[in-house]
């Protein structure tokens, strides 16, 4: 066989065998993923949606809940690693303190995807990050409440989310962007509620017992709906109206928050799409059988829903996906 049809018929083979693991996509490729826990409907969905994905695409996912802990995420990466997994997603709790265990992931060639939450580390210890700009969502955020206020004054209470995890910080540092230059709008009381529903509810409760039972505030700025939800609650039992006493602005986009809009309780919320997964997936199947790196980066939307949005409408589209 001359060299020419050899090379041929050998180029001919690689391409054929580059089609097969095309289609064959994740199918039978083993992934951890290290999930933060359940602290909201928006994490439930998250779980919910990134196994039916894996489970679609024929992906033996290996599960880790956290249960909040960095720790345990730490810990179960390392298990991953010693399991010799084809690839990590990570949901990572905090921003700081990955460098270590990352760089284990990289020295094993085993490709990390971080999920809905950014961290503080060199890029090149993971494969790529899908998230929402979390700064643009405080800045959609507060952006919704300047236009509501426009000259009236406004003091707005604000349900931080987990202390040191990336949309806590980015999403603080979007809204104090967006309300920056409109001095009748500002912050007087800020705290962590966890991104739970209870603590958002407990805070809310001393916020509005130090502001004299809540005549004082305009509005409550919450880093995720179920804070907002709590606060709502907190709001009614102080004798006070929800969504127009107080208004009530967050981010996530879970059914409850359109139950509220419904009941006229809640008055805007930025969309956090549950679907981390799908992308992920997308890009460790072109990586893993085609060697496409992907962007570093994959952002997903940030859309605002108010009650001009179909809340009802919205509350059923989302009420089936595990929220
Ligand atoms: O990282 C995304 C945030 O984490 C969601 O907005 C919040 O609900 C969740 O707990």
Redesign the pocket.
């Known amino acids: 066989m001359s060299l020419t049809r050899t090379l041929a018929l050998g180029a001919g083979m690689a391409s054929l065998m580059l089609s097969a693991a095309w289609a064959e996509g994740l199918q039978g490729k083993v992934i951890g993923f290290s999930q933060?826990g359940s602290?909201?409907?928006?994490?439930a969905a998250?779980t919910s949606v990134t196994k039916s994905e894996a489970e679609a695409r024929g992906v033996d996912l290996k599960f880790a809940d956290a249960q909040q802990k960095q720790e345990n995420q730490i810990k179960a990466i390392r298990g991953f690693i010693a399991q010799g997994v084809d690839a990590i997603l990570v949901?990572p709790v905090v921003a700081t303190g990955w460098e270590e265990v990352l760089t284990e992931a990289k020295e094993a060639s085993i490709p990390v995807v971080l999920l809905?939450?950014g961290i503080e580390a060199p890029e090149d210890l993971y494969l790529t990050s899908v998230?929402s700009d979390?700064v643009k969502e405080g800045r959609v955020a507060a952006e919704w409440l300047v236009g509501s206020v426009a000259d009236k004054d406004c003091n707005v209470v604000e349900l931080q989310?987990?202390v040191g995890?990336?949309?806590a910080i980015n999403r603080k540092q979007g809204f104090e962007e967006g309300i920056a230059g409109h001095d009748n709008i500002r912050i007087t009381r800020s705290q962590t509620g966890d991104?739970t529903r209870a603590k958002g509810k407990e805070v809310m409760e001393g916020f509005l017992k130090a502001e004299g039972g809540g005549a004082s505030i305009c509005a409550v700025y919450a880093?995720?709906?179920?804070m907002a939800v709590g606060a709502i609650q907190a709001i009614k039992d102080a004798g006070l109206k929800p969504g127009s006493d107080i208004l009530v602005v967050s981010?996530?986009a879970?059914p409850d928050i359109f139950a509220a809009m419904v009941a006229g309780e809640a008055n805007a919320t930025v969309e956090?799409t549950p679907n981390m997964a799908g992308p992920a997936f997308d890009a460790l199947d072109a990586y893993l059988n085609a060697g496409t790196m992907p962007e570093k980066f994959i952002i997903t939307e940030s859309k605002l829903y108010t009650p001009a949005d179909d809340p009802q409408g919205e509350y059923d589209r989302r009420k089936g996906l595990g929220y």
């Open positions: 933060i602290e909201s409907g928006w994490r998250e949901a809905d939450r998230a979390q989310g987990t995890s990336s949309p991104f880093h995720n709906d179920d981010i996530d879970v956090l």
